[in-house]
Structures are given as structure tokens and as C-alpha cells.
């Protein structure tokens, strides 16, 4: 989920192996080097034994084994030691050079014919799931309360694939005439830019099993930027053509932004402001345009592994009155003190399939 989302949960701004490398291991130099002179000493030491028989031999006198001829054998093969000294220097003259043209030489070597191993599929990299559960001291959701000011529990699964991605969302609220459960599912995009991430989306909220049914859809954007790897900025727009079935559309803005240390602390923040139109007339009601207000929050969270605390405050700019035209808790005459400024502590657990590999 995105790092600067410190909303409850209508923000969404996204956030993100090192390679072992292969060690070479060729030859070893000296030990080829030394086999190569105790071979070559062999064989010279060999040639030079064997003249040296040939010089004790007894000479025959005959036309076959005369003195110039006797000798002719022993200067050939006195000569070879020569010619092998020879050969040793030049061969080791020209080594320095042909190493040395091969380390200019632009041309690549050939290809190698041997098997490679095939290459690896990114297709489970793609696909990851995620799990998050936490537990808070009031459920606010921008700048009010839907569980009245008391403790609630939440789960979420999202699988992304890609840049798609897909998300259920469950809270438990107390909200009149509505059941305890709260669901949010989402469907969309999130495609990243190397530092920009934009999540475009829909989100459907609804209440399983309530006496009425005010569940409705709300599209949104929203683009973040990350400056650093501890600084990330977000931007979000949210927009709903039927709030709560009331005819009147909605639409949310905010900029957030959040900081995170090394050592696990990270300080975020957002200011938005929430819009509306004018609800539709019925048979109990007339038609009334609901309060605009300016909404913000500023915490600070500490991740330890997979536990994440947060302690944010919550503030608006609502009156008593308009919280209750927005909320429907409350009186009429006295107004309701679900939009009252609170302070909240959150506890969430998170992993994901990817973290589990």
C-alpha cells in the first residue's frame, strides 16, 4: 500500500535482490608454470643422459661408425638442449606480447557452444499477495469517526499483478441503522515511472446485511513522487457522482508527504478538503447542500519488522451541526461530536507472499 497514505483508508499512494555475483575461478598460474619448467627440465636432462651414453659408446672402426661420423650423433643431440633453450626464451618473449594484443583487441570472443541454462521467468515476481490486520482506538475516516469514538478492528488482502492490482477491504463500524461491517474493494492500475508511481482506481464501499443500502462507488488518482528513498510526496483526487445514495456528488483532494529515518521512525502527514453537491429531495427530506470542510492529520509511526505502531491526530474544520448533516449521528438541535479533533493509536501487522520467499 502507498507509504504516504495517512488516511484510513480512501488514500491510496503507492510505494516498491540483490544479485550474488559469480565468482571465476580459472587455472592457477604458478602451479602451471611450475609443472611447465619441471616437464621441460625432464626432457632435457632425459636428452642430455642420452649423450652422454652415446659418448662412453666404444667406436667401431668402419665406414659406418668412422670418427666424424661417431660424433655426428653426439653434436645432434648436444645441439638440442640448445635449440630447446632457444624455444623456451622466444616462447616466453612472445608470451608478454600475445597477452597484451589480447587485452586490446576489440574483437569479442566467440559465443561459447556449451548448454546455457535457460533463462529464469519473471512471472512470479509479478504476482504478489499481501496481508495486513490492525486494530485502532477509533476508526476515522477523513476527519470523522465510523466507529464513535471506540476501538475497531481491521483486515485487508490485496493481490497485484503487474501493474494491476486488486484489494478487499473490511473494518468494523458503528454507524445507526447500519450493520458493523464495513466493505471497501478496490480495482485498478499502478503503474511506476522510476520515482512516480500512479494508482488510478475505483472503490466500492458497502455495509453487508444493513436495514438500507447506501453503498456507492468512488474513482480516484493518485500520483506520488519520491524525492529520496526516505522522502516520498503524494498527491490524491478522489470523486463520487452519488455520495451515500443522497443524489449529491462528492469529491476529496489532498497532498501528503512522509519522511522515514533509518532507524524504523518515519513522520507523515496530509491536508486535504472534502466537497460536496446538493442531496436529491424526498418525502422526508428537502434538498440541502452538504458542508464542505478542510480536514488534516499529522503523526508519527514506528515499523519493528512486521508491526507497525501509529499515533496521528485528526482534525477538521467542521462545526457540531455540520458534522451531523455529513455523519447522521447526533442531534438535530445539539449537533453531533463525531467530528470532534482525536488523537489515535493504531497497531497493524503486515506480510506479504514475497516476504515469506
Avoid at 597484451?100 to 509479478?126: C, E, F, G, L
Wanted: aromatic share 12%.
Amino acid at each position: 500500500m502507498p507509504e504516504v497514505d495517512t488516511a484510513p483508508r480512501g488514500n491510496l499512494i503507492p510505494f516498491s535482490v540483490p544479485r550474488s555475483d559469480v565468482g571465476y575461478r580459472g587455472n592457477d598460474p604458478i602451479r602451471a608454470y611450475r609443472n611447465m619448467r619441471r616437464r621441460k627440465s625432464h626432457s632435457i636432462s632425459g636428452v642430455i643422459r642420452f649423450a652422454r651414453i652415446d659418448r662412453n659408446e666404444p667406436r667401431v672402426p668402419d665406414r659406418i661408425y668412422s670418427d666424424d661420423r661417431a660424433r655426428k650423433p653426439v653434436r645432434r643431440f648436444a645441439r638440442l638442449p640448445v635449440a630447446g633453450a632457444l624455444a623456451i626464451a622466444i616462447a616466453c618473449a612472445l608470451q608478454p606480447q600475445a597477452n597484451a594484443q589480447q587485452a586490446v583487441d576489440p574483437t569479442p570472443p566467440a559465443p561459447s557452444t556449451a548448454a546455457m541454462p535457460a533463462p529464469r521467468t519473471d512471472t512470479a515476481s509479478k504476482f504478489n499477495v499481501s496481508v495486513t490486520a490492525s486494530i485502532t482506538s477509533d476508526y476515522n475516516y477523513r476527519g470523522y469517526t465510523l466507529s464513535d469514538h471506540k476501538p475497531s478492528a481491521s483486515t485487508n488482502f490485496e493481490a497485484t499483478y503487474n501493474i494491476l492490482f486488486a484489494e478487499v477491504n473490511a473494518d468494523s463500524v458503528q454507524i445507526p441503522m447500519l450493520s458493523q461491517l464495513q466493505m471497501t474493494d478496490y480495482a485498478g492500475i499502478r503503474p511506476v515511472f522510476g520515482p512516480i508511481t500512479v494508482e488510478t482506481g475505483v472503490a466500492y464501499y458497502s455495509y453487508p446485511g444493513s436495514v438500507i443500502d447506501i453503498s456507492y462507488p468512488e474513482y480516484y488518482v493518485a500520483p506520488s513522487y519520491a524525492l529520496t528513498s526516505k522522502f516520498t510526496i503524494g498527491v490524491n483526487a478522489y470523486y463520487a457522482p452519488d455520495y451515500s445514495r443522497t443524489g449529491a456528488w462528492e469529491n476529496f483532494d489532498s497532498i501528503g508527504a512522509r519522511y522515514k529515518f533509518d532507524s524504523g521512525l518515519a513522520i507523515s502527514g496530509e491536508l486535504g478538503r472534502q466537497s460536496f453537491g446538493t442531496t436529491r429531495a424526498t418525502a422526508m427530506d428537502v434538498a440541502h447542500k452538504l458542508p464542505d470542510y478542510g480536514y488534516w492529520n499529522l503523526g508519527l509511526s514506528y515499523t519493528y519488522k512486521a508491526l507497525t505502531f501509529d499515533l496521528r491526530y485528526f482534525a477538521t474544520t467542521l462545526s457540531k451541526q455540520s458534522c451531523f448533516l455529513i455523519t447522521g449521528t447526533g442531534q438535530a438541535a445539539a449537533g453531533s461530536n463525531g467530528c470532534d479533533p482525536a488523537l489515535v493509536a493504531t497497531l497493524s501487522w503486515n506480510t506479504s507472499l514475497t516476504g515469506l520467499k
